[in-house]
């Protein structure tokens, strides 16, 4: 009798834990594809303000013709730090402009991300771009899909020329000055 209480006993532990466990694999494979849940702004940070930041670059737009004019057609090898902005020229946010500045651009689908690409492509932390030596370089954060610079798959942390095109998921974009 109490060899059957046992296992009985075992068996209910042993389905606990398999259930136990199949909630870990759902909750991170949620979190994989949706990210973290949305969190309320504060008051003083309002959305608009987020979007007043690439408003903001075309007012240099005359300064830039003028080193466009001056600059060789094809795109530096080592990577520019004259770049200014990136630009978005492919994806559901095509056309939007930011500005770059010294520290690093987180890129992928959370909401933590400088910039954010809602995109089935695109992991939730995908990749960084930043300037490293005076050079503008992308790393790869360790993507499902991967970063692709000028067609070719980033490994390692690669110099990123003005011109060239950077492609993450469904989206792509430049370093401009």
């Not at 007043?52 to 737009?61: D, E, M, R, S, V």
């Not at 492509?121 to 005076?134: E, F, I, K, Q, V």
């Not at 360790?142 to 492609?167: H, M």
Request: hydrophobic residues 45%.
């Amino acid at each position: 009798m109490t060899s059957e209480l046992t296992l009985l006993a075992l068996r209910f532990g042993f389905l606990a834990v398999l259930w136990l466990f199949v909630f870990a694999i759902v909750f991170a494979l949620r979190s994989d594809l949706f990210g973290q849940r949305a969190r309320k702004l504060p008051a003083d940070q309002q959305p608009g303000q987020m979007s007043a930041a690439p408003a903001a670059p075309p007012a240099p737009a005359a300064p830039r013709a003028q080193p466009a004019s001056a600059a060789p057609a094809a795109p530096s090898p080592g990577g520019d730090p004259a770049a200014r902005r990136l630009v978005i020229t492919k994806g559901a946010k095509a056309g939007l402009e930011m500005p770059l500045s010294d520290g690093p651009l987180t890129i992928g689908r959370s909401q933590e991300s400088n910039l954010v690409i809602r995109d089935d492509y695109t992991s939730t932390h995908h990749a960084r771009l930043m300037l490293w030596n005076g050079r503008w370089v992308i790393q790869d954060l360790d993507s499902t899909n991967g970063t692709f610079l000028a067609g070719e798959r980033v490994t390692v942390p690669t110099p990123v020329p003005v011109g060239s095109t950077v492609t993450i998921g469904q989206t792509s974009f430049e370093l401009r000055r």
